[in-house]
């Protein structure tokens, strides 16, 4: 068997391999984190702090909070009683540095917001306690008509900016893909000062109950189809701007990962694979990884990284508009 070489850089840091727990609630053990580690994980993100354990009371929260509670709810939609899932912010920095000191892979920090204010204070916290980057899920969802794009565009562009001058971290955004312009809204955050983007954050659409007739938030695990949306833009982005991708929401097989890296990503992050199929899939998905990369004849990672982006493949259009009504012609097959 070859040496391959599987490592990669992602923010400045050196992964033994591609993969990394994505923030969930596998980081709120130090000894599942320590479990993901010898199982492969090359990093871990810790899950998130969110704004609204920090400051209740924030006025510039309060701002946003009023044009539209729906969103409020939205944003906790992970977890639904949040005080009772998630540590408050301090005993978060000690469990950060906890983790920090049980293991020797890369451990990221994670902030979740959207508003400038008092709270952004627990980026500089979240560095003291040795957190080795910073990711910042920064998600709003306006239900007011007369919030225009572009005022909450650049709230979060001023977010990332103010994150930036109050850290030495190296800072990845993590944004959904509900954007008019995805590559503008990217080199902005990236001008603001980001090294890196996280995409996407994927959400639980609420359902309803029809019997109850409420409203019910309904937490489904991805699947490796929705990997698609992050694999077309991190293809379209890469080589567009100076800062590195994570692949995030639909990997669950080596192939997931293959396709990420191929599409420029420098590290694919998994979440629901392991909350479903536990943490040994690490290891099989590497083995897989490994096996692939021997029949194709690849010797590493870095010599797949782009090779299938936009910019790197010979029909550039499959990307784009063009392919859209090709895919949609293909269906006249099923003619009656
Ligand atoms: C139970 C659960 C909790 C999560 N908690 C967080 C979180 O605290 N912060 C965050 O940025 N993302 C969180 N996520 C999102 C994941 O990090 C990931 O981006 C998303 O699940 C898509 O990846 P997947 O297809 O591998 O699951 C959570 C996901 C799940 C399933």
Redesign the pocket.
Known sequence: MTSLDLTTTYLGLQLKNPLVA????LSKKVDVVRRLEDAGAAAV?M??LFEEQITHESQELDHYLERGTHSYAESLS?FPDLDEYNLGPEPYLEHLHRIKEAVSIPVIG?L?GVSSGGWVEYAHKIEQAGADAL?L?IYYLPTDINLSGTELEETYVNLVRDIRTRVKLPIAV?LSPFFTSIPNMVKRLVEAGTNGLVLF??FYQPDFDLDELKVVPD?D??TSY?LRLPLRWIAILYGQVAADFAL????HTAHDVLKAMMAGASIA?????L?AHGLGRLGHILADIQQWMEENEYESIAQMKGCMSQRAVGEPAAFERANYMKALNSFDYYLP
């Open positions: 994505s923030a969930s609630p993100v899950y998130s992970y994670s979740n990711e899920n993590k954050n994927r937490l695990l991805s929705e995030t929401s639909g990997v992050m998994m979440a629901s694979e909350l």
